[in-house]
């Protein structure tokens, strides 16, 4: 993948992307949310019904690759909170630096609070059996998501 940044204006910017079959992507988004609302290449369908697997994740690969690359060299927030590297460095950084107790203790309150607990579907009793990296590993999922909420309401004040 390889990506050039096109364009940009108060809101939006545009990227020039080439995937891993050395096919052109030209993708505009939204510059302060990472939303993407045109992508023009002529090398797949456009309806993803139409195209194959393989296709459909060369286009979504293009697409993610785009956000990643506005970040990168802009430092937009366009990617989301479990996606972006700085923040997944932060949120394992500080959760390294917890004892298990306090880790059990956040995790079991984080996974009760956050849609984590939804999707994971942890209960307490099993948090007193876990090892330690898998309760770091769910307590980073429901930082990742604070923080990528805090994040966002600070850019709108």
């Known amino acids: ?8 204006d108060e809101c ?18 939204n510059k302060h949310d990472g939303v993407i609302y045109a992508h023009d290449q002529d090398s797949y369908p456009d309806h993803p019904d139409n195209r194959t697997k393989a296709g459909n ?8 690759f785009a956000k990643y690359w506005v970040y990168h060299q802009r430092g937009y927030d366009t990617l989301d909170g479990w996606q972006n590297p700085d923040r997944i460095t932060l949120a394992a950084t500080a959760l390294m630096a917890l004892d298990e107790p306090i880790a059990e203790s956040i995790s079991t309150i984080s996974t009760n609070s956050c849609r984590a ?12 059996t876990a090892s330690t990296r898998r309760v ?3 307590c980073m999922i429901c930082i990742l998501e604070w923080t990528t909420r805090i ?4 850019q709108t004040l």
């Open 151 to 154: 994040f966002r309401r600070t």
């Open 12 to 29: 939006d910017i545009g990227v020039f992307v080439t995937d891993n079959l050395d096919k052109s992507h030209q993708i505009e988004m």
């Open 57 to 64: 994740e060369h286009v979504n690969q293009a697409r993610r």
């Open 136 to 138: 770091r590993c769910i």
């Open 117 to 128: 607990s939804t999707a994971i579907s942890i209960r307490q009793s099993r948090f007193q």
């Open 1 to 8: 993948m390889n990506g050039k940044i096109i364009g940009e």
